[in-house]
């Protein structure tokens, strides 16, 4: 098992609400990236967060944001819920420049 | 953002036969190259990382060559066993890491 956890593992919202998901490093890592995977689709990159600052960013609105806190841990935040938002959300951290990531077990959203 | 495809999208196989699939990616600016195996419910868990021309890794029966000038990696697994059931996921790229969409495999007792 990695050391890189998510809470929570379930989540089930009402669209139009807002959802925080949460994601903690690995001990040493500076990096953490997030991602959702659809239902059939391969992870997709919704942003990047180095040192407490974006650094990167995929083709998702800016009702999606985050941050990076000091102990590198990181959020998630999706506003105004859409149905299709319903997904896999990963969070990967790494160390930057470095060649390995590790990933939590990712929270599974549905939004109703 | 790379482009990674993985093909095939999904596999079927006997146990005990041989099997391999594609990672594809932009041979231009190469730093590295990782497959990870992701179960259902689990972290994706790290195979290889590759980042020389011409690398070739071993982990038991799964194996993973790089051709960086082409732009392709190969996982071969050699006889397959229903615990290799997962979906194979190529990821390139330093930070942020771009993933293919995956491979399911399924191997059938």
């Known amino acids: 098992e990695t050391g890189v956890t998510q809470s929570p593992t379930h989540l089930i919202k009402t669209r139009g609400q807002q959802v925080t998901l949460r994601c903690s490093s690995q001990s040493g890592h500076n990096t953490v990236s997030w991602y959702q995977q659809a239902l059939g689709q ?60 590790f990933f939590g077990q990712g929270t599974r959203l549905t939004v109703v | ?39 259902t419910a689990k972290s994706p868990e790290a195979l290889f990382v590759m980042t020389l021309n011409g690398d070739e890794k071993k982990k038991g029966r799964i194996s993973a060559t790089l051709n960086t000038k082409e732009g392709y990696s190969y996982l071969y697994i050699k006889g397959s066993q229903p615990e290799d059931s997962a979906t194979y996921l190529c990821l390139s790229g330093n930070t942020p890491l771009v993933f293919g969409k995956g491979t399911r495999l399924s191997v059938i007792a």
């Open chain 2, 1 to 39: 953002i790379l482009n990674v495809e993985q093909s095939p999208q999904s596999l079927h196989v006997q146990e005990g036969d041989s099997t391999n699939f594609t990672c594809s990616f932009p041979s231009s600016n190469f730093y590295a190259l990782h497959w990870y195996r992701w179960e």
């Open chain 1, 42 to 101: 391969g992870p997709q990159f919704i942003f990047q967060y180095y040192r407490e600052e974006e650094n990167g960013r995929g083709n998702f609105p800016p009702r999606f944001s985050g941050l990076q806190f000091p102990n590198y841990s990181s959020e998630l935040n999706v506003n105004a819920l859409e149905l299709d938002d319903s997904a896999l959300y990963l969070c990967a951290s790494s160390y930057w420049g470095g060649t390995e990531a």
